[in-house]
C-alpha cells in the first residue's frame, strides 16, 4: 500500500491504512483515497473492504462476546479510562487528522476529540452502576428478581461530521454495557476511526471486542451489520431517508435499535430575550462545524419587536467569521465536506431567493474553493420555503419573523423532524410554556450548545428513537432479565 504524505503528526503509528479485526489490521487489493475537503488533496489511501470482512468483524465480535461480558465493570471500566487518557494525550494528533480529512477548523477538532473521549470517561464509570431490581412478589413462597445484561454484539454505521465523537458516543456505552462492538464509518473520514482503534488497542481493549471495518459497499456491509443473526442491536446516525431504510432491515431478525436522524431545529428569539446572548447562541449553534451537524439551527425565529436589532447584530458576527483551511490560524469556519455538498445549499439558497427571501450576506461559494460556502443570511424567509422546510446542512441562517408565542411554537413544530430546538426569553411562565410544547427531544433554553456526556442526546418523530449519553443511553446497551424464584415456603 502506498505510504501516506507526512501529515504532520507527533505520532505517525495513529495513520492506518487497513480495517481494524479481531485486534489485527486487514489489507485488500482495492483501496479508497482520503480526500482534504479544504484542498481536494489525497491525504491517505486504506484498504477497501467488504462483506467478507464485515461478517468476520462481527463473527470475532460473537466470538469476544462471553469473555469481555464476563469481566467485571470495574476491570472494563480500568481498559476504558486508559483509552481515555490516551485519546486526551493524543487530542493534537487525533485533531489535526480530523482536520484534515473532515474540514472544521482544528481548534473545533480538538473540542471534538474531548467531547468524544468524555463519554468514554462518563460510561468508564457509568458502567459500574448497572442496576438491577428485586420487586415484591405476588405470594409469599416467590421473589421477583430483575436484571440487566448487555445486549450482545452491537453493530453501527456512523457519519463524516463528528468522525470520531460519533463513533465514542456509541462504542463507549456499548463496551461499558459489556458489549462487543463492530462500526463501518463513513468512507469519507475512515483515519479517525482507525486511529481510535490503534488507541482502544494500546489501552489494552481485547481482540474482538472492538472493530472498524471500512469499505465502499454501503449496501452489502449495511446488509451483514443489519441482518446478520449474531447482531443483536443496530445503532446508525445518518439521514432519515437512510436510517428508514436500515430500520427495515433489520426487522428481519427483530434487532434492538436506535437512531439519531435528521433534524430541522429552530431557534426562537423572543422580544423580552438577551439579544447579545442570542446572537452569540445563533452563531454557536449555526456555524459550527460549517453548518453540518445534526442539531445545527435551520430556522431561526424572531419576535418581530426585535427583528431588525437582533438581524443586524447577527450579521455582524456572521460577518466577523474567517473562512479557509481549518489547519490555518485564526480560521473559525472551514470547508464543507465536499463541493457536491456546497453546490446542494447553494440551490437551496437559489430556490429560496427566487421564491422571495432577501439575501443580507454570502449566498455563494467562495473564491477560497468550491467546498467553501459562504456563511450565508437570509430575511423575509418563510417557514414553506426550500430553505425553511429542507435540513440545510449547511452554513445558512434564514431569518422568519413572528408576533406570537402561540405563531412561533406551532410554525417550529411544523416539521416531520424533532431533533434538537432552542429559544431565548426571560419570562418564566413562557419558558416553561415553550419548553414543553416544543415537540423536539432535547430543548436548549438560552443556550446554543446542549450536548454533554451526562445528558441523553436523542430526538422524537422522524429524527430517531433512542439516547445517546447519559444513564438513559447506557439503558440501550441492555436487556432486562426478569426472574422469578418460587418454593420459597418450603
Same mark, same amino acid.
Given at each position: !500500500?502506498?505510504?501516506?504524505?507526512?501529515?504532520?503528526?507527533?505520532?505517525?503509528?495513529?495513520?492506518?491504512?487497513?480495517?481494524?479485526?479481531?485486534?489485527?489490521?486487514?489489507?485488500?487489493?482495492? #483501496?479508497?483515497?482520503?480526500?482534504? +475537503?479544504?484542498?481536494?488533496?489525497?491525504?491517505?489511501?486504506?484498504?477497501?473492504?467488504?462483506?467478507?470482512?464485515?461478517?468476520?468483524?462481527?463473527?470475532?465480535?460473537?466470538?469476544?462476546?462471553?469473555?469481555?461480558?464476563?469481566?467485571?465493570?470495574?476491570?472494563?471500566?480500568?481498559?476504558?479510562?486508559?483509552?481515555?487518557?490516551? !485519546?486526551?494525550?493524543?487530542?493534537?494528533?487525533?485533531?489535526?487528522?480530523?482536520?484534515?480529512?473532515?474540514?472544521?477548523? =482544528?481548534?473545533?477538532?480538538?473540542?471534538?476529540?474531548?467531547?468524544?473521549?468524555?463519554?468514554?470517561?462518563?460510561?468508564?464509570?457509568?458502567?459500574?452502576?448497572?442496576?438491577?431490581?428485586?420487586?415484591?412478589? +405476588?405470594?409469599?413462597?416467590?421473589?421477583?428478581?430483575?436484571?440487566? #445484561?448487555?445486549?450482545?454484539?452491537?453493530?453501527?454505521?456512523?457519519?463524516?461530521?463528528?468522525?470520531?465523537?460519533?463513533?465514542?458516543?456509541?462504542?463507549?456505552?456499548?463496551?461499558?454495557?459489556?458489549?462487543?462492538?463492530?462500526?463501518? +464509518?463513513?468512507?469519507?473520514?475512515?483515519?479517525?476511526?482507525?486511529?481510535?482503534?490503534?488507541?482502544?488497542?494500546?489501552?489494552?481493549?481485547?481482540?474482538?471486542?472492538?472493530?472498524?471495518?471500512?469499505?465502499?459497499?454501503?449496501?452489502?456491509?449495511?446488509?451483514?451489520?443489519?441482518?446478520?443473526?449474531?447482531?443483536?442491536?443496530?445503532?446508525?446516525?445518518?439521514?432519515?431517508?437512510?436510517?428508514?431504510?436500515?430500520?427495515?432491515?433489520?426487522?428481519?431478525?427483530?434487532?434492538?435499535?436506535?437512531?439519531?436522524?435528521?433534524?430541522?431545529?429552530?431557534?426562537?428569539?423572543?422580544?423580552?430575550?438577551?439579544?447579545?446572548?442570542?446572537?452569540?447562541?445563533?452563531?454557536?449553534?449555526?456555524?459550527?462545524?460549517?453548518?453540518?451537524?445534526?442539531?445545527?439551527?435551520?430556522?431561526?425565529?424572531? #419576535?418581530?419587536?426585535?427583528?431588525?436589532?437582533?438581524?443586524?447584530?447577527?450579521?455582524?458576527?456572521?460577518?466577523?467569521?474567517?473562512?479557509?483551511?481549518?489547519?490555518?490560524?485564526?480560521?473559525?469556519?472551514?470547508?464543507?465536506?465536499?463541493?457536491?455538498?456546497?453546490?446542494?445549499?447553494?440551490? =437551496?439558497?437559489?430556490?429560496?431567493?427566487?421564491?422571495?427571501?432577501?439575501?443580507?450576506?454570502?449566498?455563494?461559494?467562495?473564491?477560497?474553493?468550491?467546498?467553501?460556502?459562504?456563511?450565508?443570511? =437570509?430575511?423575509?424567509?418563510?417557514?414553506?420555503?426550500?430553505?425553511?422546510?429542507?435540513?440545510?446542512?449547511?452554513?445558512?441562517?434564514?431569518?422568519?419573523?413572528?408576533?406570537?408565542?402561540?405563531?412561533?411554537?406551532?410554525?417550529?413544530?411544523?416539521?416531520?423532524?424533532? =431533533?434538537?430546538?432552542?429559544?431565548?426569553?426571560?419570562?418564566?411562565?413562557?419558558?416553561?410554556?415553550?419548553?414543553?410544547?416544543?415537540?423536539?427531544? !432535547?430543548?436548549?433554553?438560552?443556550?446554543?450548545?446542549?450536548?454533554?456526556?451526562?445528558?441523553?442526546?436523542?430526538?422524537?418523530?422522524?429524527?430517531?428513537?433512542?439516547?445517546?449519553?447519559?444513564?438513559?443511553?447506557?439503558?440501550?446497551?441492555?436487556?432486562?432479565?426478569?426472574?422469578?424464584?418460587?418454593?420459597?415456603?418450603?
Amino acid at each position: !500500500m502506498q505510504n501516506h504524505q507526512d501529515l504532520g503528526l507527533q505520532d505517525n503509528q495513529l495513520i492506518k491504512h487497513f480495517s481494524y479485526i479481531n485486534g489485527s489490521w486487514h489489507s485488500s487489493e482495492s #483501496q479508497i483515497d482520503v480526500l482534504n +475537503p479544504a484542498n481536494g488533496e489525497v491525504i491517505a489511501k486504506v484498504a477497501n473492504a467488504g462483506v467478507a470482512e464485515t461478517e468476520l468483524a462481527v463473527k470475532s465480535a460473537h466470538d469476544a462476546f462471553k469473555m469481555w461480558s464476563s469481566k467485571s465493570a470495574n476491570e472494563r471500566a480500568s481498559i476504558m479510562k486508559k483509552w481515555f487518557d490516551l !485519546m486526551m494525550s493524543h487530542q493534537d494528533d487525533l485533531g489535526r487528522i480530523l482536520t484534515l480529512e473532515q474540514g472544521k477548523p =482544528l481548534a473545533e477538532a480538538k473540542g471534538e476529540i474531548a467531547y468524544g473521549a468524555a463519554f468514554i470517561e462518563w460510561f468508564a464509570e457509568e458502567g459500574k452502576r448497572v442496576y438491577g431490581d428485586t420487586i415484591p412478589g +405476588p405470594s409469599r413462597d416467590k421473589r421477583i428478581i430483575v436484571l440487566k #445484561q448487555p445486549v450482545g454484539v452491537v453493530a453501527s454505521i456512523t457519519p463524516w461530521n463528528f468522525p470520531n465523537a460519533m463513533i465514542a458516543r456509541k462504542a463507549a456505552a456499548a463496551l461499558a454495557a459489556g458489549c462487543t462492538f463492530v462500526v463501518r +464509518p463513513a468512507t469519507q473520514t475512515p483515519l479517525s476511526a482507525l486511529a481510535m482503534a490503534e488507541l482502544a488497542e494500546r489501552a489494552g481493549v481485547p481482540a474482538g471486542v472492538f472493530n472498524v471495518v471500512i469499505g465502499d459497499d454501503a449496501r452489502g456491509m449495511g446488509e451483514v451489520l443489519t441482518q446478520h443473526p449474531d447482531v443483536a442491536k443496530f445503532t446508525f446516525t445518518g439521514s432519515t431517508a437512510v436510517g428508514k431504510s436500515l430500520i427495515s432491515q433489520c426487522a428481519t431478525t427483530v434487532k434492538k435499535v436506535s437512531m439519531e436522524l435528521g433534524g430541522n431545529a429552530p431557534f426562537i428569539v423572543f422580544k423580552d430575550a438577551d439579544i447579545d446572548a442570542a446572537v452569540q447562541g445563533a452563531l454557536m449553534s449555526k456555524y459550527r462545524n460549517a453548518g453540518q451537524t445534526c442539531v445545527c439551527t435551520n430556522r431561526i425565529f424572531v #419576535q418581530n419587536e426585535v427583528l431588525e436589532q437582533f438581524t443586524e447584530k447577527f450579521s455582524a458576527a456572521v460577518s466577523a467569521l474567517s473562512l479557509g483551511n481549518g489547519l490555518t490560524d485564526g480560521v473559525t469556519i472551514g470547508p464543507m465536506i465536499s463541493s457536491d455538498a456546497a453546490a446542494d445549499v447553494d440551490k =437551496l439558497v437559489k430556490a429560496s431567493v427566487a421564491a422571495g427571501a432577501k439575501l443580507v450576506l454570502g449566498g455563494k461559494t467562495d473564491e477560497t474553493g468550491a467546498a467553501f460556502y459562504q456563511p450565508t443570511i =437570509l430575511t423575509n424567509v418563510t417557514n414553506d420555503m426550500p430553505i425553511a422546510s429542507n435540513e440545510i446542512f449547511g452554513p445558512v441562517s434564514p431569518i422568519i419573523g413572528f408576533d406570537s408565542e402561540e405563531q412561533v411554537v406551532a410554525m417550529a413544530n411544523d416539521t416531520e423532524y424533532g =431533533l434538537a430546538a432552542y429559544f431565548y426569553a426571560r419570562d418564566i411562565g413562557l419558558i416553561w410554556r415553550v419548553a414543553e410544547n416544543l415537540e423536539y427531544g !432535547m430543548v436548549g433554553i438560552n443556550e446554543g450548545a446542549i450536548s454533554n456526556a451526562a445528558a441523553p442526546f436523542g430526538g422524537v418523530k422522524q429524527s430517531g428513537n433512542g439516547r445517546e449519553g447519559s444513564k438513559y443511553g447506557l439503558d440501550d446497551y441492555l436487556e432486562i432479565k426478569y426472574l422469578c424464584l418460587g418454593g420459597l415456603d418450603k
